[in-house]
């Protein structure tokens, strides 16, 4: 005769302690917000590219703009930028000029040039919007 496995077979796990804080994965990965691609904001504003502008203490740099969040930004430059380099940022968004300070969180090479995150430091208020509400109009305009 078989003896049939069931829940109550198992012991009880009242003191049972977990040595390490569960912490949820980040549904936008590791980053805090989420992200418009340079691809969105050319369909939303009808460009070829979003150009920027990066301020070094040596440099003044060109670049495209590759996405862009609340708090960051990634950017095509053709020179390297450092790694926790402080630098300033300036593009327009359609009308909108944004100017912040930023501080430049990895950099790698490819064969079309550099691609830099910036974590952006002093985004104001009135740009975090303009930001979100692109985001809203990229989410409407796909469902639409």
């Given at each position: ?22 912490a949820p994965e980040n549904p936008h990965g590791r980053r805090d917000s989420r992200r418009l691609s340079g691809k969105t904001l050319v369909s939303l504003f009808g460009f ?97």
């Amino acid at each position: 005769m078989d003896d049939k496995k069931s829940w109550d077979n198992i012991p009880s796990l009242d003191n049972l302690r977990v040595d390490w804080d569960y912490a949820p994965e980040n549904p936008h990965g590791r980053r805090d917000s989420r992200r418009l691609s340079g691809k969105t904001l050319v369909s939303l504003f009808g460009f070829p590219a979003i150009p920027i502008k990066i301020a070094t203490s040596t440099t003044i740099c060109k670049g495209i703009l590759q996405d862009i969040s609340n708090c960051g930004v990634a950017v095509r430059v053709q020179q390297p930028l450092a790694e926790n380099e402080k630098v300033k940022v300036g593009f327009f968004l359609g009308s909108n000029k944004i100017i912040c300070k930023g501080l430049v969180k990895h950099t790698c090479s490819d064969t079309l040039g550099y691609t830099s995150g910036i974590s952006l430091l002093d985004m104001t208020e009135d740009n975090k919007q303009i930001i979100q509400e692109l985001y809203a109009s990229a989410v409407l305009k796909e469902a639409i």
